[in-house]
């Protein structure tokens, strides 16, 4: 798992036992003390993913995630004491790719980073270079998406999840399916993942998000993109 991960946490212990247990992965580590120094460090090394902590002073987990994806779309995970769904909510809905609740243990944590360093996206058919729908256009060779004209920008795991179901077009895609094709293998039950994802997607694609033309619930099953017959 050779790759540049960015640690960003306040307490240099932690940082030092995540540094150890990542070069024992033949990772390379930079260290960021708090918000501000990371978005620094991003900018100036672009790391191929970031372990971000929920709980630090002055610009915390939360405002510091959400000033990353305002223009980066490195895989971030969250490490945090917290363990709420609320919590594990604002964090997905702040851009977050994944969530760990502290103390992990280092295989978990491991088989996440690999999990969201790869892109195990398959389908029954490959996806169009360009969709539309409804007033959205899709270009998938760019990852870019329009509506009415303007640009929106997606999340990595919202385009994958997008992906996914437009490749599955009209058919109703399990939970279980989705986590497991969008997130990795490693995955499965963690519904609130996908319900953020499909909510803020919603927020992107639909006209009225209440009532959603495209993309549908199945209650207790999964979601279907409609596409039209």
């Not at 490490?79 to 103390?103: F, M, N, Q």
């Not at 997130?183 to 009225?208: P, T």
């Amino acid at each position: 798992m050779s790759a540049v991960i960015l640690i960003v946490d306040d307490d240099p212990q932690i940082r030092r036992v995540l540094r150890s247990s990542l070069t024992k992965q033949d990772c390379t580590c930079l260290e960021a003390r708090n918000g501000e120094e990371a978005l620094e460090k991003i900018a100036r090394s672009n790391p191929d993913l970031i372990l971000l902590d929920y709980n630090m002073p002055h610009m915390n987990g939360l405002e510091t995630c959400r000033a990353i994806r305002a223009s980066c779309d490195t895989p971030i995970i969250m490490l945090t004491v917290r363990d709420s769904e609320a919590d594990i909510v604002a964090a997905l809905d702040a851009g977050a790719d994944d969530y760990i609740s502290k103390p992990y243990r280092t295989p978990e944590l491991m088989a996440r980073l690999r999990a969201n360093l790869r892109r195990p996206l398959t389908g029954p058919a490959p996806a169009p270079h360009r969709l539309k729908i409804g007033t959205v256009e899709v270009d998938f060779d760019a990852r870019e998406v329009l509506a009415s004209g303007r640009k929106v920008r997606l999340s990595p795991k919202e385009f994958d999840l997008l992906w996914y179901l437009v490749t599955h077009a009209n058919r109703t895609v399990p939970h279980r399916e989705l986590l497991q094709a969008v997130w990795g293998m490693e995955y499965g039950g963690e519904v609130e993942y996908l319900r953020v994802a499909i909510n803020q997607l919603r927020k992107k694609i639909e006209h009225d998000t209440a009532n959603p033309a495209h993309l549908l619930t199945e209650p207790r099953i999964g979601y279907r993109l409609h596409l039209g017959e």
